[in-house]
C-alpha cells in the first residue's frame, strides 16, 4: 500500500511539471521509476495463469497494476499489459470514473493529469476513446518528450480491431495548409507558428506579407469568398446582421498602420531562467503592416448599439477556425475600445493593399490596435456584443499574467484578467546573440525595435554596454507620425555605440521608454510566468568584439 501511495505522488508530480518541462520531467520520472519500483515489479509482474474469455477474444491480465516502464515505439503492442476491450475504455470517460484515453494501440489512465493541464476541456473530449485526432490537430504534442511522459500513463492495450473505426476516416487536418516563405523559422509545424530572423525583420518598417509573423492555433480554414458571411448578433435579441464580404466592402473604410505582437514574443528570454508552457518564441514574433477595412464601430452603431452603451460590455469574436470537436477560436475586447472613435477598431480585408492571405486572416481580420495579437482575431465568421467576455478557452484559461511565485499546482487563470493592451518592449535585432561584430572607431553598430501597447509612442530607446553604468539614447530610424494614444506602429531604432579598448566581448542592453514614460523592467526573474507571456524585460545579447 505505502509502495502504491508513494508511485501514486510521482505520477501526480508528474502531471503537475509535465506543462513546465516536459524532457527534464521525463527523466525525472523514469529515474524515479527505476529506482523505486523495479525491484517491485519484478517480483509481483507475474502472469496470471488465466485467460479470460472478452467478447471472443482472449484478453492477458497481469496482478501488477502500475504503470510499466516503457521500451517500445510509443501506442505500440506491450505484451507486458493487460488488454481492454472499446467496451471497458468508453466507460472510463468522466474524472468520477476515470478518464481513459487510446493512442494507436495503447490505453492510458490520465485522470491525474486531467485536472492540471489548461486544455482539460479539450482533453475530456477525448475521454473513453481515441486522442489521435486532437494529436493530429495540436501537432505540438507530437515530441519525443511529450511521448516520454504520456507513456508514464500507459495501462494496457486496446483488443485487436477495436480502434479501426474510430481512425478510419481520418485525415490530417493540416493537408491544405498555405506555402509559406523559407525565410520564417518554424516554432511549431501542425499548427504552424513561424517568426523571421531578427536582422531580417528590422530591415522593413513594414512588414511584407510574406514574411509576417504566422500565429496560428489551428488548421487555417479554407473559405470561399464568394459565399463568406459575417454575422453580428446581440445578446438578448433574436434578430441578427449578416454581411456578405462585397457587402462590408462597399462601405466607408479606413486604412491604418498597425503593429502587432504575440504575447509570447521574446518567450525565450523567460526559458533562459526557468522553463515555461508555450512555443519558444524569439524576439521576432511581432510585425507592422498597413490594413485597410470596416471601422467597427460603424458596422455596432448600424447594428443599434450606442455609443453611450452601458448594458453591454464586451465585443466577442468567433473565427472560422475549429478544432475537431468543431470549437472555434475565440476572443473578446470592452465594449469601449470597439465603439471609440480613437480606438480604430476595423475589420480588415487589406493588408499592406492586398487581400489578406489566408495565414493572416483571409477574408476578415479583426485589427484591434495597440492590443495583444491573440485579440486580432483571423477568419472572423461572428461578433457577439455580450455583457459577458468570451467563454473561449483562449480568453478564459490562456494569455494571462501571473506572479513569479505561481506554478501549475497553484495557478487559478479566473484570478487573473485577459491580456488586453501590452506594455512597452524593445529588442536588439542586430547583432544576434554570440555573434563577432566588428568594431569600427573605437564603436560598435547596433539596430532593433521599440513598441508599446495602447497607442502609446515610443520617445526614448536607451542602450548600454557596460551594464548600466552608461546609457546612450539611440537614433530613431523610421517612427509613424501619428501622435498617441493613436500611435499603433513600432520604431525601428539603432545606435553607434563605443566598447572599451580592452574588451573583447560584451553584453548589450536596451530599454524603450513610452509617451506615457513607462519603461521596461530589468530583470526578467521579476516578471517570469507560467506561460512565459509579457516578456519585456531589457533585452539582453552577448557578443564577441573583432578589431581591425
Not at 525525472?28 to 517491485?40: A, D, I, V
Not at 521574446?266 to 521576432?284: E, F, I, Q, T
Request: hydrophobic residues 35%.
Amino acid at each position: 500500500m505505502l509502495r502504491r501511495l508513494s508511485r501514486k505522488l510521482i505520477v501526480h508530480r508528474a502531471s503537475c511539471q509535465a506543462l513546465a518541462n516536459f524532457s527534464e520531467l521525463a527523466t525525472h520520472n523514469k529515474q524515479n521509476y527505476e529506482k523505486e519500483s523495479k525491484p517491485f515489479l519484478n517480483s509481483r509482474n507475474v502472469l496470471i495463469g488465466t485467460i479470460t474469455i472478452l467478447g471472443g477474444s482472449l484478453g492477458y491480465y497481469l496482478i501488477d497494476k502500475f504503470r510499466n516502464p516503457y521500451d517500445g515505439k510509443p501506442g505500440s503492442y506491450d505484451p507486458k499489459l493487460p488488454v481492454y476491450t472499446l467496451e471497458e475504455i468508453s466507460s472510463h470517460d468522466s474524472l468520477e470514473k476515470g478518464v481513459w484515453v487510446i493512442f494507436k494501440e495503447g490505453v492510458y489512465d490520465i485522470t491525474e493529469f486531467v485536472p492540471g493541464h489548461p486544455g482539460g476541456e479539450q482533453i475530456l473530449m477525448a475521454a473513453g476513446s481515441s486522442v489521435e485526432p486532437f494529436w493530429m490537430l495540436y501537432g505540438i504534442h507530437q515530441t519525443p518528450e511529450v511521448s516520454a511522459i504520456f507513456e508514464s500513463y500507459r495501462i494496457g492495450n486496446v483488443r485487436a480491431g477495436d480502434t479501426k473505426h474510430l481512425t478510419s476516416d481520418m485525415s490530417d487536418p493540416y493537408a491544405n495548409e498555405p506555402k509559406r516563405h523559407f525565410a520564417l523559422v518554424p516554432a511549431s509545424a501542425k499548427p504552424f507558428n513561424a517568426e523571421l530572423p531578427p536582422d531580417v525583420l528590422i530591415q522593413n518598417f513594414i512588414t511584407p506579407n510574406e514574411l509576417f509573423y504566422v500565429r496560428n492555433h489551428l488548421p487555417v480554414p479554407e473559405i470561399d469568398p464568394k459565399t463568406y458571411e459575417l454575422e453580428i448578433e446581440i445578446d438578448g435579441k433574436e434578430e441578427t446582421m449578416t454581411f456578405t464580404l462585397d457587402e462590408l466592402k462597399k462601405m466607408p473604410k479606413r486604412t491604418i498602420t498597425v503593429t502587432i505582437m504575440c504575447a509570447g514574443n521574446r518567450r525565450s528570454d523567460m526559458v533562459k531562467y526557468k522553463p515555461v508552457r508555450g512555443l519558444n518564441w524569439g524576439a521576432a514574433a511581432i510585425g507592422t503592416a498597413t490594413w485597410t477595412g470596416v471601422p467597427l464601430r460603424d458596422i455596432l452603431l448600424q447594428a443599434g448599439i450606442d455609443e453611450d452603451e452601458e448594458k453591454y460590455k464586451h465585443i466577442q469574436f468567433e473565427g472560422i477556425d475549429a478544432d475537431v470537436t468543431a470549437k472555434n477560436y475565440g476572443a473578446s475586447i470592452p465594449i469601449w475600445k470597439a465603439l471609440d472613435k480613437r480606438g480604430d477598431v476595423i475589420l480588415a480585408y487589406e493588408m499592406n493593399g492586398v487581400p489578406i492571405p489566408r495565414d493572416h486572416g483571409f477574408p476578415i481580420r479583426v485589427i484591434v490596435p495597440g492590443v495583444v495579437g491573440a485579440r486580432n482575431v483571423k477568419w472572423l465568421g461572428k461578433i457577439v456584443v455580450s455583457e459577458e467576455e468570451s467563454d473561449s478557452h483562449w480568453q478564459q484559461n490562456d494569455y494571462k499574467g501571473f506572479s513569479p511565485s505561481v506554478d501549475w499546482d497553484t495557478v487559478d487563470f479566473t484570478k487573473s484578467p485577459a491580456i488586453q493592451e501590452l506594455p512597452v518592449i524593445s529588442a536588439i535585432c542586430k547583432p544576434a546573440q554570440g555573434s563577432q561584430v566588428a568594431v569600427k572607431d573605437g564603436k560598435i553598430n547596433v539596430k532593433g525595435y521599440a513598441w508599446s501597447g495602447g497607442g502609446q509612442k515610443i520617445v526614448r530607446v536607451d542602450v548600454t554596454v557596460d551594464g548600466g553604468k552608461t546609457w546612450h539614447v539611440a537614433n530613431f530610424d523610421h517612427q509613424d507620425t501619428v501622435s498617441p494614444p493613436r500611435h499603433w506602429a513600432w520604431t525601428l531604432w539603432s545606435i553607434d555605440i563605443p566598447v572599451s579598448d580592452d574588451a573583447t566581448s560584451v553584453e548589450i542592453w536596451s530599454k524603450a521608454v513610452d509617451s506615457s514614460y513607462n519603461t521596461q523592467p530589468e530583470s526578467v526573474e521579476n516578471i517570469w510566468n507560467l506561460r512565459g507571456v509579457l516578456s519585456n524585460a531589457y533585452h539582453r545579447i552577448r557578443v564577441g568584439l573583432k578589431r581591425e
